[in-house]
């Protein structure tokens, strides 16, 4: 088995996606706003799927209050410090400066517009 993809109630599918696709090299692959909004977006490696929806069944979460510790998307990324700055510049927030790890890992840890954890990795030996 292998994951499809992982699914978030958001606000603003549409605008979600566009900023994902603009700054973090994902693609759209499925589109719809009926029966609700939704938008399912590729990754880089085309292999990670996510799926950003307006269900009007259940309120969205209040992403900013959620402590990076408890949840959080981790993204491969050679040159932390430029793509920190990129996002930054639109419309993140630096929740965790770049930090270097005992164990030779590089991670920084930012919120999406909509609050959710973006955690960037450098890792010395990749994991996947």
């Given amino acids: ?12 599918p549409a605008a ?6 603009k ?13 609700v909004p939704v938008r399912f977006i590729g990754d880089g490696s085309g ?12 309120d969205v979460p209040d992403y900013p209050s959620i402590d990076p510790l408890t949840f959080h998307i981790a993204y491969e990324c050679g040159d932390i410090s430029r793509v920190t700055e990129k996002l930054i510049r639109a419309g993140a927030t ?5 930090e270097n ?5 590089q991670i920084a840890i930012l919120r999406d517009p ?10 010395k030996n990749p994991m996947v």
Avoid: T
């Avoid at 994902?26 to 719809?32: A, C, D, L, T």
């Avoid at 630096?94 to 770049?98: G, I, K, R, T």
């Avoid at 790890?101 to 890992?105: E, H, K, T, V, Y």
């Avoid at 909509?114 to 890792?123: E, H, P």
């Fill in 101 to 105: 790890l005992p164990n030779g890992d």
């Fill in 47 to 58: 292999k990670v799927m996510l799926e950003v929806y307006k269900n009007p069944k259940v």
């Fill in 16 to 21: 979600m996606a566009e900023w994902y696709v």
């Fill in 23 to 35: 700054n973090l090299g994902f693609s759209i692959k499925r589109s719809s706003d009926e029966p």
């Fill in 114 to 123: 909509w609050g959710i954890v973006i955690q960037l990795c450098n890792r």
């Fill in 1 to 12: 088995m292998k994951i499809e993809h992982i699914g978030f109630q958001v606000g603003d």
């Fill in 94 to 98: 630096l929740v965790s400066p770049l």
